[in-house]
């Protein structure tokens, strides 16, 4: 597939998903590696001189856009969907541009601004903009650059960010902001003198990131708690390393949901149970099963209709916003009411107008929704708006009678890889189809799983 000349691992913009719901899911699931971590790792392999491996690569669109925007440097990358492996052979970088065709198309590039101003000094990279889920602004990224000694313009919607030195500095950030605290961690590596980031981020993927750096020779403490020190060190002391990163826990929560809401029993391997603290503890409260069988495998079930639950998304560890729609998708036919609450982003409820449709009676305030759950949902053709709020219209799907179709899968496609075929392994009638390839006959007597496509 191919969207404005960069050829993606996703489908066709015409493609669509049909699926028939009301089948209870079962089966096992193995989760892939974690989106939001390996995006931010393959920044941070920009830092040695050498060939660093990154292990447990999803085979997703960002990951590619990721693969562009670092070639675009001057710098070698491989990805080898086999092994899930991607090189990234810094030794040269030979561009510090990041252009506004790639950093537009997925903001997370943005990252490169640390990168390459720790490792060249200078950078200028496209400032993303706003998104459908909300204003995104990278404020405390640029403040904190500043702390380190940076020089910042923004001229012609980019950044121009220039250092003859950096140093290290306290820096305290108004939100716990996840990009902030990963591009702040990036910039201060050879930063001279301790960087300190208060109340930093503390998500996993912030960890992972920091045992990366840690890896390559960096010098950070402190990942994982509100507050991260970053000792600065030399060129010469970081190395290319090979490096597997952690479960996607978002990933893994997904498919807890489509488990739990079609009141069925899944197996999902590959998870780390204490990334989801949170969101399992909800789960249970709706009235879920959740049994650790080892410690990256878990089993969950449910035979009863779920109970209305409510919900604050925060920073983690708490309820993360990446499941919250989700999440309400789940709580549409529970039994009550819930109340959901989404503090992070000012527009992350695009999945409402959707879930109505399916027969959802939800009222929407601002950033709260009350969520009164009907007896069940009724499919319908439904219109993905954003990654996760085309998740959550999946789940909704699987549980509703009759069948849906939703179409603008690429957002899908940026953030779970191989989901239909995952889907269809644990029992859901699903399947991708083009209007132009699929015998529309085959589909309308469901042998979805007989389609030759
Ligand atoms: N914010 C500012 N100024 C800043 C930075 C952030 O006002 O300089 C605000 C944002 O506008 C937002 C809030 O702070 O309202 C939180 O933003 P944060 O910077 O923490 O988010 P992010 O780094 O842009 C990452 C994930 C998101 C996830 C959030 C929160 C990646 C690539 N993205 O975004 O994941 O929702 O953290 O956990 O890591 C997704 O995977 O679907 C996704 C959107």
């Given at each position: 597939m191919i969207i404005e000349g960069i050829e993606l691992f996703g489908g066709q913009l015409t493609e669509k998903l049909k699926i028939r719901g009301g089948v209870s899911l079962k089966g096992e699931v193995s989760i892939g590696g974690a989106k939001n971590a390996v995006l931010k790792l393959m920044a941070a392999a920009?830092?040695?001189?050498g060939e660093s491996k990154i292990y447990?690569?999803?085979?997703?669109t960002d990951v590619q856009i990721m693969l562009r925007v670092i070639e675009g440097l001057g710098v070698k990358t491989k990805y080898d969907k086999v092994n899930k492996t991607v090189a990234i052979?810094?030794?040269?970088?030979t561009s510090i541009t990041a252009k506004y065709e790639l950093v537009s198309k997925m903001?997370?590039?943005?990252?490169?601004l640390g990168a390459l101003v720790s490792r060249c000094k200078e950078a200028i990279v496209a400032l993303p903009g706003g998104c459908a889920i909300g204003e995104r602004r990278v404020d405390f990224h640029i403040k904190g650059l500043e702390a380190l000694g940076a020089k910042i313009k923004i001229e012609n919607g980019y950044v121009h960010a220039k250092a003859t030195k950096l140093h290290g500095a306290d820096i305290y950030l108004d939100i716990p902001s996840v990009g902030a605290t990963e591009n702040l961690m990036l910039a201060a590596v050879m930063a001279e003198g301790a960087t300190r980031i208060q109340n930093a981020a503390q998500e996993p993927e912030i960890v992972d990131l920091a045992n990366f750096l840690n890896t390559m020779g960096a010098d950070v403490s402190?990942?994982?708690?509100s507050e991260i020190v970053i000792n600065g060190v030399k060129q010469e002391d970081l190395h290319p390393i090979e490096y597997a990163t952690i479960p996607d826990r978002i990933e893994a929560g997904t498919y807890m949901a489509a488990f739990i809401t079609t009141r069925g029993k899944g197996i999902i391997k590959n998870v780390m149970p204490s990334h989801l603290t949170f969101f399992n503890s909800k789960l249970i409260k709706m009235g879920a099963n959740i049994k650790l069988l080892e410690p990256s495998v878990i089993e969950v079930s449910c035979k009863q209709r779920l109970s209305a639950v409510n919900i604050v998304t925060q920073p983690?560890?708490?309820?993360p916003t990446d499941l919250q729609s989700l999440a309400m998708a789940m709580l549409t036919t529970a039994d009550g009411v819930s109340i959901i609450t989404?503090?992070?982003?000012?527009?992350?409820?695009?999945q409402v107008p959707e879930l109505r449709r399916m027969g959802a009676d939800i009222h929407q305030e601002r950033n709260h929704a009350l969520v009164r759950g009907v007896k069940k949902l009724t499919g319908a053709n439904l219109k993905a708006s954003d990654l996760r709020a085309g998740a959550s219209l999946i789940i909704a799907a699987l549980m509703a009678d009759g069948v849906s179709e939703i179409e603008s899968l690429h957002h899908i496609d940026r953030g779970y890889e191989n989901f239909e075929e995952k889907f269809r392994n644990i029992g859901a009638d699903i399947v991708r189809y083009n209007d132009d390839i699929v015998e529309p006959k085959l589909l309308q007597e469901g042998k979805y799983n007989e389609a030759s496509i």
């Open positions: 920009l830092l040695a001189k447990n690569v999803p085979e997703l052979e810094a030794t040269d970088i903001r997370a590039s943005f990252i490169v402190g990942a994982g708690t983690y560890p708490g309820f989404e503090s992070l982003y000012e527009n992350r409820f695009m």
